[in-house]
């Protein structure tokens, strides 16, 4: 009765949240990062107040236009390393100085599913820290043999990401191997967003890098203070009514 009395209320507040005013989605992408060669810095746009860092080395870029990326530059510590990629061992994290935002979409590139470059099947690996929540894990996957799909997977579901690239191909060199994957973590409030490669499922014994990928651009939408009162005073008044049936 106690469950089903919070259940209910929650469902009230998270109705209310629903209807409440959220702002418009901030597109985040590589020009409004911090310059090449730094280990992070601060991104302020749109209501999202942002801070970087690359975890080791510092920040680089590849691509052009509307494809142009985000990774991480050569650094000792991590051997056979791309410049302009997130390869194994490392990580580029966006925090959250303010308030907490929704993701309604991410864009990688680079992420390919061999044997281009000499490389096989390529993971990339996002990290999302939930807002009173603990964090969450999604992969990204070009399997070989999948064609155009690169497959996002989260313990929300398994799908299929769309294909963004010029040549709508990703099996060709001249290929950025671009994927959209909508909604990553449903709707749930991220304060922080880590990214990092996988190494391939498939064992590569000549490949020069067993994953690497570059951080394209997102979107991201912050609710507006009433969205997250409504959501406090639902749960508050759904531990009220318990409290009240107890008595």
């Known amino acids: 009765m106690k469950l089903a009395s919070f259940a209910r209320g929650a469902a009230v507040a998270m109705a209310l949240t629903s209807t409440a005013g959220v702002a418009a989605a ?4 590589a020009g409004d990062f911090p310059a090449n060669g730094s280990s992070g810095g601060t991104i302020i746009k749109g209501g999202l107040d942002l801070s970087v860092a690359t975890t080791p080395g510092t920040i680089g870029r590849k691509g052009t236009g509307a494809f142009a990326g985000i990774g991480i530059n050569s650094s000792a ?8 990629e997130i390869d194994p061992g490392e990580i580029l994290s966006i925090t959250s100085n303010g308030g907490a935002f929704r993701l309604t979409d991410l864009v990688l590139g680079y ?4 044997p281009e470059f000499t490389d096989f099947p390529e993971v ?5 820290y939930i807002l009173n929540g603990g964090p969450i894990i999604g992969t990204l996957t070009n399997p070989a043999g999948n064609g155009t799909k690169a497959v996002w997977s989260w313990s929300g579901g ?7 690239s ?6 060709t060199n001249t290929d950025q191997a671009v994927w959209r994957v909508v909604a990553p973590f449903g709707h749930n409030l991220i304060t922080g967003l880590e990214f990092t490669a996988l190494n391939s499922p498939v064992p590569c014994t000549a490949c020069a890098d067993q994953s ?3 951080f394209v651009r997102m979107n991201a939408k912050v609710p507006e203070p009433a969205t997250l009162g409504l959501l406090g005073l639902g749960l508050l008044g759904a531990g009220a009514a318990a409290r009240r049936r107890r008595a």
Request: aromatic share 8%; hydrophobic share 30%; charged share 20%.
């Open 26 to 29: 901030v597109e985040i992408g």
């Open 77 to 84: 510590a991590v051997p056979n390393q791309t410049n302009g």
């Open 111 to 114: 992420l390919f599913d061999g």
């Open 124 to 128: 990339a690996q996002v990290t999302a």
């Open 158 to 164: 398994t799908f299929d990401s769309e294909e963004l």
């Open 166 to 171: 010029p040549s709508n191909s990703s099996d």
């Open 212 to 214: 690497d990928f570059t």
